[in-house]
């Protein structure tokens, strides 16, 4: 039994459930609504009486039998099975994605796999990136697999009905031992220790901001990795033992003297640096200072021309022509007004020094089983599929090992010296061999017929 009435322009629901007669506010704004509002309330009211008796007869629990939305089951995994580091980023995801949506409000018993296709598609055409997609479906993913073993949801996982997105494989920026010297030159000073041994150690962001000064032996020469960010662990959930390399090891005793709290690399406070705080903004700004962009922005600061140019040459506006040398009299050079060169960055991130770090070891023909122990890979393939960037040279190298080499005798033949050539009568040319027997003449060899030559080129 169910009822709908209006209060000083506020539509009521008031239904009668197992527990006696409900009454709740609406955000109606008309009769219609709050019918069709009651007609939800009252589906609810019978799952969840039917999922009683069924509870109560000792059967299996059927979808039909479910009781809440796809809101409030989020809710619930952000409440009790999403992981603490983790609940106030997967908050705002599914809050923007979920919670505020209209799929939120579906029921579980109505709820399918199209309908979250749907709202995978709609993230899409919104903008979002391929790997954007596939996060918000594997966070779901995760809701429905605790919700299924939690006796929340019945059945199939609908999100495996749906398809995931292809990433497309960026290609990474890394820079040389020499433009990394010139980078550290210009990182401010606060940053600094950080920036030095980060790439030198290829670890995570999150690891770095949660060193500590007890996770150093200096006698020994080595590090322990136990901690990211705010957890108690790591990315891989292991704890690992790398050594410290000669180079790094004034820098460490130097942070271990001077820097503030029991942090290796703190905050100017000595407090740890949060997850939002990006290190990539400093580290494009170094790089912008050291000359080292992907091209150059020439903007004329009178009319606001721009034309870009992978150098920092001086040029000149070819719209505001300066005429007079600015005392009034005409210039002696008719031009335009000089250009001003702004660095435009470079596409790189943080993470990128750690994609520098496997890089210049598999170079420098560091076997990929020790620098799948360094970078604390599960597999291998990671490290050589995804960490592993070969520069052109490299490449340049490999192909001039293996390039064949021309046979010189034969080479010679095929393009017929010319002091090997003769001239019949007729004015045939005959061309003679090696061995110095013509074979010119109507049964010659025709050499530039690439069909009749079936002759070895390469050795």
Known sequence: MASIFDRNGTWYVRWRGPEGWTQ????????????????????????????????????????????????????????????????EIETRRLKKHVLDAKIGAITLPRLRHVDLDGLLHSVEKAGAAPASVNKVRSVLHVVFAKARRAGRWIGENPLTATEPRKVPKRVYVTLTPEQMARMLEHIPEEWRPLFACGPALGLRKGELYALRKSDVDLERATLTIARSHLRDTTKTSAAALLPLPAALLPWIKHQIENAPGPLLFPAPDGSQRGRDIQPQKVLRR????????????????????????????????????????????????????????????????????????????????????????????????????????????????????????????????????????????DGESVTTGLSGDKIGGRGRVRTCDHCRVKAVLYH
């Open 24 to 87: 709740r506010a609406t955000e109606a704004h008309s009769r219609m609504e709050a019918k069709g509002l009651i007609a939800e309330l009252q589906l609810q009211e019978q799952s969840a009486r039917r999922a009683k008796l069924r509870q109560t007869a000792g059967l299996d629990p059927a979808q039909e039998d479910l009781s809440g939305t796809l809101a409030d089951l989020c809710r619930w995994w952000l409440a009790e099975r999403c992981p603490e580091p983790s609940r």
């Open 286 to 425: 170094a790089l912008a200072r050291a000359g080292i962009a992907s091209a150059w922005d020439h903007r004329c600061r009178w009319c606001k021309h721009s034309e870009q140019h992978q150098d920092r040459e001086q040029r000149f506006c070819p719209k505001c022509v300066k005429r007079t040398n600015g005392l009034g009299k005409p210039a002696k050079e008719t031009r335009g007004r000089m250009l001003w060169a702004k660095a435009v960055p470079l596409p790189m991130r943080f993470h990128d020094l750690r994609h520098l770090y496997a890089t210049e070891m598999l170079r420098c023909g560091v076997d990929v089983h020790r620098v799948q122990r360094l970078m604390r890979h599960s597999d291998v393939r990671v490290t050589t599929g995804t960490y592993a960037h070969l520069l052109v040279e490299d490449l340049r190298a490999a192909v001039d090992a293996h390039a064949p080499v021309p046979a010189a005798p034969l080479a010679a033949f095929l393009l017929h010296d010319a002091k090997n050539c003769t001239h019949e009568p």
